[in-house]
Structure formats: C-alpha cells, structure tokens
C-alpha cells in the first residue's frame, strides 16, 4: 500500500462512533487525521488514546472553514475519507429545522462537491442513518426508497442524492453506510441506554416516551466499527451497506433489561410520556449484504454490550454526577 493510502482523515472526529473507528486504525498503523467543530472530547467519552503519535487533531467546522479543511486534504491526500458528521438529534430537529438542513444538506453538499473537485484519489464513506427510511417492520434491504418522517431525515436524504449523482456521472467512488442504533461505552449520557443506566443509578424517573412501545435493533459500537473498517477496504463505488444486528427489541423491553440485569424496578424507574413527533416505530435492516460480501458478524450480544455500557457508567458515575445529563443544541 502507498503510504498516502495509509492516511485516514475523519470528519466528526469527536463523535461516539468515530471514536471507535479511529481506535481500530491507530491499531491497523493508519495515520489519522481527526476534524471536528467542538474542541477535543472530554477524557471520559475518548474510546482511543488521542495523544496517539499517528493522530492529530484540528477543531474546524464544516459550515465556517472549508478553505481551512481543504487546504489538510491537499497538504495530506488522504486517500480514504470518512464522514460521521451531521447535525444529528432527531425530535430536537423539529425545534429549529433550518439548523439541520444547513449542515446535513447545504454545508455537506459545500463539502463533498469540494472535495470531489480536488485531484488526488479517494474514497470517501458516507454516513448515513436508517432514519432516511420512515418506519419499517419487516427488514428492508440497502436502497433508495426514502419516506423520512422528521427534519432530521429529510435533511440526510440530500447528502446520499448528491454522492450517488456524482458517482453515476463522474465515477465518484464512495459508500454509504447506514448502522442501526448503536450504543456502547463512551456513548454521550442523553442517549436511551446510558441514561437509562445513569437514572436507575440516581434513582431519577425516566421519561418513556409513548410508552415505550417504538422498536429498534441495538448493535453495539464495536461491531459497528469492523463493519466500517471493512467497508472502508473493499466496499465498492457507489454502493449503500447496513449495519445492523438480526433482533428488534421494543425501547420497554430494553429498559426492563437493563432493569434486571442492574436489580432494579421498573416500575420505580419510568414515567410515561406523549410520543415525540415523527417518531418511527420500527427500524429493521437486513445485514445479509455484509455478512455475505465481507463474512461480517455482530460478536457483541445485547446482554454483554449492557453489561460494558453499565460498566463504563458506574465507573465514572461522580463525574456524570455533577454534569447535565440533557442534550444542548449547538448551532
């Protein structure tokens, strides 16, 4: 391999997932180059050593400083370019929709239509969400028939339009990956799984949003993150891959998991709510397509991940103690 095809540089640095990918390439020998429009994560939330030798760092913002995030490309040429960037938060997209389609529609287009136009080989991988689908109960292969039920998904749908537009006409070689609800360690504390550890830990009640009844595939980070490495290697132009696990389970089921797996009740725990807007009530992908073209494998079953995730809480439990739990939205 050339060295520049050693060079990864990863948009949305920062985010839980990347952090997963960027530990696996540190591991592969890749030099990484990370970019992302918040400083560097706090210590608790990095899932790879970031005083690494082959990692750096830079805090740009796809929005404001594209000169700035070209000039890296040039100076570097790396030549695999991976995307988890997004203005991501699905009901809170309904609060200030423009938000999102700045940064997932206008600011991605600004960026990939760039980088399309600079002359070194890459391959760049997209992600993308399964949100992008609307509400499916039976699993659906990888594919184009969008129905986004939010501003969130709308948003996504532009960035995959665009790829596929340039790919079709100027051979433009990229993937698109869209994993299921991914969780782990590391996971910012909103999220369902870590909140829901860190509420039965401070005794909080916890919102169930319409009772509980919406269901999802939960795959674990690190399976997350081969998938990812592998479709990096040898996914091929053009082509859309899902990441997901074979079982749905219903956001209640999962609570009242993690309940007995942490000796809890349930009872005590949740507080039923109104559903949010939008809501989708099932997202269920077929994995058929990775696991026959890359012999991939969810290794980490739900009751282990929760037993990691639960672990990771309970270890940092005083620092999440004086932090807001809550989501903030940054412009």
Known sequence: ?????????????????????????????????????????????????????????????????????????????PYYIINFASQSMVAESWQNPINWYKTNSHGMINLYYSIFKLSFKKKLIHISTPEVYGSNARKIPENKNYNPSTPYAASRITADHFLDMLHKNYNFNFCIIRASNVYGEYQKIYRIIPKTIFSILKRKKLNLHGGGNSKRNFIHVQDVAEATYKIMKKGAAGEIYHVSGEKLISIKSLVIKICKLMKYNFEDLIKKTKDRKGKDKYYSLSNKKIIKQFHWEEKINLDEGLKRTIGWVKKYIAYFNKRDENYWHAE
């Open 1 to 77: 391999m050339a060295k520049k095809n050693k060079t990864v540089l990863i948009f949305g640095s920062n985010s839980f997932s990347a952090g997963f990918v960027i530990r696996k390439l540190l591991n592969k020998n890749y030099k990484v180059i990370g970019i992302s429009r918040s400083a560097l994560i706090e210590k608790k939330f990095q899932s790879f050593n970031i005083e690494h030798k082959n990692y750096e760092f830079y805090q740009l913002d796809i929005n404001n400083d594209l000169n700035k995030i070209l000039n890296l490309l040039k100076k570097n040429n």
